[in-house]
Nanobody, 122 residues
Framework: QVQLVESGGGLVQAGDSLTLSCAASGRTFSTRAMGWFRQSPGKEREFVSGISWNGRSTHYADSVVGRFTISRDSAKNTMYLQMNNLKLEDTAVYYC???????????????WGQGTQVTVSS
């Protein structure tokens, strides 16, 4: 099994920045692409960003292009999501996901974290 633990969420004001982290442990050798999803109250979980196994390729939802940056440090088994210029509509629970295949665009979440709350206030 693979365990994913998110951290870094919190309450910020619109326009602020925040960095989320996702620490992976366990059978991490079985994972390839990773990414972030989010879910707002009353809405379905949506894809935010994905990154390839080697970290060289990334993909973003249109709503976060130019504001969010995904990265990973394989030596630390940690993935990050740098979020800049946060908007009210970015408020959601953010989930880390890992896939057993290296498909970072249509990311399949084989493993999930518990989520971290990001709240953006005006």
């Amino acid at each position: 099994q693979v365990q994913l633990v998110e951290s870094g969420g919190g309450l910020v004001q619109a326009g602020d920045s925040l960095t989320l982290s996702c620490a992976a442990s366990g059978r991490t050798f079985s994972t390839r692409a990773m990414g972030w999803f989010r879910q707002s109250p009353g809405k379905e979980r949506e894809f935010v960003s994905g990154i390839s196994w080697n970290g060289r390729s990334t993909h973003y939802a249109d709503s976060v292009v130019g504001r969010f940056t995904i990265s990973r440090d394989s030596a630390k088994n940690t993935m990050y999501l740098q979020m800049n210029n946060l908007k009210l509509e970015d408020t959601a629970v953010y989930y880390c996901a890992a896939s057993r295949v290296d498909s970072f665009i249509n990311l399949r979440g084989d493993y999930w974290g518990q989520g971290t709350q990001v709240t953006v206030s005006s």
